[in-house]
């Protein structure tokens, strides 16, 4: 279902971004399919409907997550998704970032634009203090998307998350708003 730009949290000059609804499922699971060569093996978001309203369903309704759409301001269409995990208030302020683009976006500098209007919404409305992104080392697209954005480079975790069937290193890349407010 098209979304209006009033609808949107933020936006850029290609830009919008949204929170996940349950109705975007035909479209994302679309677009999951048509991009399994580009996510392999990093991600694998869902691409059914019922793994989708599962997914969908956590972002929408567990305030440790905050879950956005990347979308074409003039289509609408879905870009990619960012999302915010591991949300913890109190002293620590802080979130794990993880996304991924569409095939048919990718390339585009889209993400990046994407990646921007989500951080500021974090360290804006969210009030969030610190972003983290761990990115498996051999994954050089999310890595160039965190350092365009101006996270940078914390140190190497070993084993640090489970993907695919195993333990995998992962480079934790971070930033925060006082790095922010001076980039």
Request: neutral net charge; glycine residues 10%.
């Amino acid at each position: 279902m098209p979304h209006s730009v009033s609808h949107y949290l933020a936006e850029g000059p290609r830009l919008g971004i949204r929170h996940f609804t349950y109705e975007d499922g035909a479209e994302f699971t679309a677009r999951v399919r048509e991009s399994k060569a580009l996510h392999h093996p990093w991600l694998f978001p869902p691409d059914t409907a019922e793994a989708y309203a599962r997914y969908a369903g956590r972002l929408i309704e567990d305030p440790t997550k905050a879950g956005f759409l990347v979308c074409d301001r003039v289509t609408h269409a879905l870009a990619g998704y960012i999302n915010i995990n591991n949300i913890v208030r109190g002293a620590f302020q802080s979130g794990a970032l993880g996304y991924g683009a569409f095939a048919h976006a990718a390339g585009r500098g889209l993400m990046r634009e994407g990646l921007n209007l989500v951080v500021d919404h974090a360290f804006g409305p969210l009030r969030l203090h610190r972003l983290e992104i761990n990115v498996q080392p051999g994954n050089a697209a999310s890595i160039a998307l965190a350092r365009a954005c101006g996270f940078r480079l914390e140190g190497f975790s070993p084993h640090l998350l489970y993907i695919d069937g195993a333990w995998r290193d992962h480079e934790r890349w971070a930033l925060t708003a006082e790095m922010r407010a001076c980039g």
